[in-house]
């Protein structure tokens, strides 16, 4: 069915209709069971933050915040700007309400909007849904592998297949030091073949052209920050790989897999399907020891990752999703509309989806409707049944009727049984 209105959906951002959205909730309803078995504890934070903490956290040399962002002034003429991943609020929520307490590890979740500025296509778009876990105050290998195994948990529970983990270890910035020298080193005399991000990348942020894929031909044999680690970070990430095996967890080494600023330290991670074509990444995190303190806290090790629920989606094996309620009332006159009214009402208290015609339309009407709802029982009221004090009830899947007495809890007791 078309319609005349010429109003549509703004491109990149997704309606998601009754049936799809049984989809939706299938999948947010495993990631907070998951999430919750983990002892990670929800937060929600708002659409839109000062520009200024995207700038800080998410840097000013990223993609994300030279190009992608959605930005716009209030009243008073400050930035703010939708957010565009979530581990900024989450720190900044950290730092607001003092949740430091030396020692004390604070694990959080979140499932939230994002929203970004690029070319819309399968797979991306400019509204999306992450969910993501952030574990703050601990340093330990542990906690990486606990945040990984999280998000294999909900892919598994999801019966979703073919997700691969890649993974590489960036070094502290001790160790990157030595790295980043050798690797300018290394790209100076082909700075002029690469692309212009790269270009600017070499002053900002050299670090990042190693995961270039426009430039992935140009820099083979460059180095990598795995030959550059120091003992605490080759310690560290031995003990990361070994905790996946123990947990069977498979990866593949991805030595020029990088997260590019200095904040982030020696773990990183992401998630690839190869299903999903050129969008293949479905999630990605790492540690980021550094962070806090550079947005003004104490010095606090931590660590997270993100998951994009749309790319996930596309993963979703398809189940027969059928929307339907429970029990649909049919009545032929409008005193039996009443009774039965009063009758729905008590069998949603007892946790039962009703619904039935608020239009006075035909019996012939109801049922069809009743058929259309995918009802799973049908009450039917006559004047014939209110003189008896009964119901008609019937089971919509074997089409038996049975007569019971018109009283909500005979009815809930069979249908129950
Ligand atoms: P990509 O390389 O695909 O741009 P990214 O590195 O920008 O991904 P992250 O910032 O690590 O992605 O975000 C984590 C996850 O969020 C991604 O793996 C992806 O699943 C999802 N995501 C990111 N951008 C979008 C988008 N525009 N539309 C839908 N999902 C997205
Ligand atoms: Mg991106």
Redesign the pocket.
């Known amino acids: 069915m078309s319609s005349k209105s010429n109003f549509k959906n703004v491109k ?1 951002t997704r309606d998601i209709l009754p049936l799809e959205s049984i989809r939706w909730q299938r999948v947010e309803n495993v990631v907070r069971k998951k999430m919750e078995q983990y002892n990670f504890q929800e937060i929600r934070f708002p659409t839109f933050e000062y520009t200024d903490l995207f700038r800080k956290s998410t840097g000013e040399s990223t ?2 915040v030279r190009k ?1 962002m959605f930005t716009f002034a209030d009243m008073g003429g400050r930035s703010l700007a939708l957010k ?2 979530g581990t900024p609020s989450v720190v900044r929520m950290f730092l607001q309400y003092g949740f430091f307490t030396k020692g004390i590890l604070q694990k959080f979740y979140y499932i939230e909007r ?1 929203f ?1 500025q ?1 070319r819309p296509q399968k ?4 509204e ?1 849904r ?1 969910f993501g876990a952030e574990v703050i105050g601990s340093s330990s290998a542990e906690t990486d592998v606990e945040l990984v195994k999280s998000a294999f948990d909900i892919f598994n529970e999801l019966d979703i297949k073919g997700v691969e983990l890649n993974i590489n270890s960036i070094g502290c910035p001790k160790c990157r030091k030595n790295f980043i020298k050798e690797l300018k080193g290394f790209l100076k005399g082909k700075l002029v073949s690469l692309c212009e991000d790269c270009r600017r990348r070499y002053d900002e942020n050299p670090m990042r052209i190693l995961d270039c894929k426009e430039d992935k031909g140009k820099i083979k044999g460059a180095p990598v920050p795995s030959d550059f680690l120091c003992d605490d970070c080759r310690a560290h990430f031995e003990e990361f790989e070994n905790r996946l095996d123990f947990f069977n967890i498979k990866f593949n080494i991805e030595n020029r897999l990088v997260r590019g600023l200095d904040y982030y330290t020696k773990t990183v991670f ?2 690839v399907n190869a299903n999903l074509g050129s ?7 790492g540690r980021y020891d550094e962070l806090i303190k550079f947005m003004g806290g104490e010095d606090t090790p931590a660590s997270g990752y ?3 629920i ?3 989606m596309l993963l979703l094996p398809e189940k027969e999703e059928k929307l339907g309620v429970d029990v649909y009332l049919v009545t032929f006159d409008e005193e039996s509309d009443l009774e039965g009214g009063k009758i729905l009402a008590s069998l949603r208290q007892e946790g039962f989806s009703c619904d039935k015609d608020p239009m006075k339309r035909s019996v012939k009407a109801q049922f069809r409707e009743a058929d259309r709802q995918n009802a799973k029982w049908v009450i039917i009221i006559g004047e014939n049944e209110r003189k008896r004090g009964i119901v008609q009830l019937k089971n919509m899947n074997k089409g038996e009727q049975k007569e019971i007495p018109m009283e909500a809890d005979k009815i809930v007791k069979e249908l129950k049984c």
């Open positions: 990149g993609d994300i992608e565009p991943e994002m970004r690029e797979g991306r778009y400019r999306f992450q992401e998630f969008q293949n990444e479905v999630g990605g995190g993100a998951v994009g749309d790319r996930l």
